[in-house]
């Protein structure tokens, strides 16, 4: 019997940038002006119900597909790295905004702070569109509330009045009675590169909203900043750039270090003494390293070789004293600042041969890389390795071009086609009661079936017949307020098994809490959560339970203790190469505390008494209402509390 363990990790953060070249040739008309208002639409029923597709949908799991071995074809399944440890959920997309004439501009940078993420967006003109001029430059900054990982909406959207591509962002160090400033690099129509400064006020963007230009002479386009100290670094290029020092207090150049083709910058740490790395691309590309001073020494420059496409979007991140390059065609590799060695990397032979390597990311788990038509890279650092372990690859039909981790989240950048966010996720946020075996029957149920009620089944079918809504025929069902087994004495709690409706393989546990104080996020019941039954589809329709089938909680709860149940909707993939404990996150998990529940706390499950049989009985719809046939006979579980009367049974819905 196989023993399944719980794997939990967190997002470092990451800087990430890249921005289009092709409109460096333009030469700008030059302008005074250096306000810059901001239409700002708040709307964000609106904005998310336009732009925003839910999907829940588990990525790198399609069973050893898309894994290539040195000579470029797919790999025998049996030569395969095992599947990783955590599981990746398509939460949904973004789809790109649209300006006039089809102009669909492209996701640039992703900012996260807290519980907001803000996406930058230009406009990567496409060939022979017949655009000229002004109608070149479209930005857009758009604020995303990520608060529930399972529901991220659009709060707000902002849109220049002036033309501009907004290329790159970055937050400022500290907040100010709820003023933090975000720093745009940008290519502006009438000065070239410049840096936008906006004020946001509680992570928002003000409305009205006016931004503030600095010009970045004499780029013509600018494509990163970074933030360190008291100073704000940018680059900007192609042919004449370079590197240029402001005082972020007040935005005075302080110094300017002219090469072409400066591509990214990023920095070690936020204090002096820390170092600021820059990223010159092209066909001699190297990395420049400076101290964060006033004298802003160089300390160390290096030959990194070519970087081709040269117009490509080639990503520098910086972690743990080495420099990550998103180098194209050559795949990925990570420089020791110190001595310019690579001492990891991604190589075009471990890769499919479409991919073009536009971005990376790493937290304390992976590393991922944006290949282009290739998809998204998952990779492993193995000790003492040089090149990384491919683990997933998650390969979608559109251009994956950058790629930003943080808090648990994978944003994939896909050029016009939008802006995809992934949760990461360990095997589950729960503990599992057991171990069960391979169609995820529990091994510790109790020795012989309960006995059902003879009654009990008849019951049922006639208050929650099949495919009938019993929000409609049974509105009186919803006005009941108690939907948890709440103690006024000790107790020990049984679970039983009583039947099941479901067209998906769901995933039934518990938790509890203190009735005196009821959680208010998921994050509460965390360490209380229990799965008792990590399949309940029932023999001859995807599991192997049968009706009376029990599991006894050992132990005691003490009085005042609320228990709760919740589902798993589709949490049972069956146990395979892809799902080696054969439970994933499924596509949504429901509570009986409606409060936790996605749409707005919907009420998903019922808690009945049925006094003829004096069983206490739990429902579930396993659907997201508004969808499904709303029925509530999904999953059903008798819970029986020793002594009864440890409970009061005239809390329920009578039955």
Known sequence: ????????????????????????????????????????????????????????????????????????????????????????????????????????????????????????????????????????????????????????????????????????????????????????????????????????????IPSPAVMYRTKTPPGKSSNSVARAATWLFATAGRTAGGLFTFDASNMHLENTIEFPNAKYNAVTGQNIGDKNVVLKSGNTAEIQVYEISQAHTLLNTFSIGSIQPEDGKSVLYVKDNLAWVAMGYEGVKAFDLNTGAVVHSLSPSNMAPECISNGVSIDEDYVYIANGSGGLYLCKIIPGQQELSVVGIYKYGASANYVMAKNNYIFIANGREGLKILHKVWEGDYNVICDYDEFGVPVCLEPNPEPICPTLMNTLQLALPSNQNAMVNHPEYFTNPNHNIVLNAPATIYFTFIDEGAGMKNSYGIYWYNASNPPTSVAQIKSTKTLLFPNTSKVNSGGNLVAGHTIHMVGTFSAGTSIGSFLVVGGWAGVSPSYPTGLSEGYYTHYSDMNLNLNGGQQQSLLFYDAACDNIILTFEDVLIPGGDKDFNDVIIKITVDPPTAVDPSLYIPL
């Open 1 to 204: 019997m196989k023993s399944f363990k719980i794997l939990m990790g967190s997002f470092a953060l990451s800087i990430m940038l890249f921005t289009s070249c092709t409109k460096e040739q333009d030469e700008p008309q030059y302008s005074s002006d250096d306000e810059m208002l901001l239409n700002v639409n708040t709307d964000s029923k609106q904005l998310t119900a336009s732009r925003m597709k839910y999907i829940y949908m588990p990525v790198f799991d399609t069973t050893y597909q898309n894994f290539y071995n040195s000579t470029n074809t797919l790999k025998n399944s049996l030569d395969i790295i095992p599947n990783p440890s955590h599981q990746f959920i398509l939460v949904g997309e973004i789809a790109s905004p649209v300006r006039s004439g089809n102009r669909v501009l492209s996701a640039t940078h992703v900012e996260v702070l807290g519980n907001k993420a803000y996406v930058s967006y230009h406009y990567n003109e496409q060939s022979g569109s017949g655009f000229t001029g002004g109608d070149l430059y479209e930005g857009q900054i758009d604020v995303i509330d990520i608060t529930d990982p399972s529901l991220p909406v659009i709060l707000q959207s902002a849109i220049p009045t002036k033309k501009a591509d907004f290329n790159s962002m970055t937050l400022d160090l500290t907040e100010t009675n709820g003023q933090r400033k975000l720093w745009v690099a940008a290519t502006d129509f009438g000065v070239g590169g410049a840096i936008y400064q906006l004020t946001l006020q509680n992570g928002e």
